[in-house]
């Protein structure tokens, strides 16, 4: 994913505000779900969530305010009721800003219990 760091997502000393980052991540996951050709919003349609369980990011480099950047996503693991994605954050200029990871849990919109991964999802994991 490629993006724009806005004047609204930094701080009073002129970075990306920590909790930016959250939603670099979550854009990540939905444009990599996009690619695999899969909606979430289909996905909740159809009842099936991808709540946050878990999120570590480690912070190296600062990002500035229309400072151009990359999100590179992989698909670290799955199991048969979590994913788990792993982040690397970079400038435009190759700089690496920060390193992250995410597990997601599969849930059901109706009971909200976790749910063992839908077909629709085991389908393109396999090709992973």
Partial sequence: MRAQVHYHQVDQMGIVHHA???YFLEQARIQ???DQGISYAALEKDGILLPLRDISIHYS???RFEDNFLVHLVLEKTT???IDFFYTIEREDG???ATASTKLVYVDAVSRKAIKCPAVLQAIF???
Avoid: V
């Fill in 20 to 22: 930016q980052y959250a």
């Fill in 32 to 34: 990599w779900l996009t």
């Fill in 61 to 63: 480099q600062p990002l």
């Fill in 80 to 82: 048969d009721y979590a």
């Fill in 95 to 97: 700089i690496k800003i």
């Fill in 126 to 128: 396999q090709d992973k």
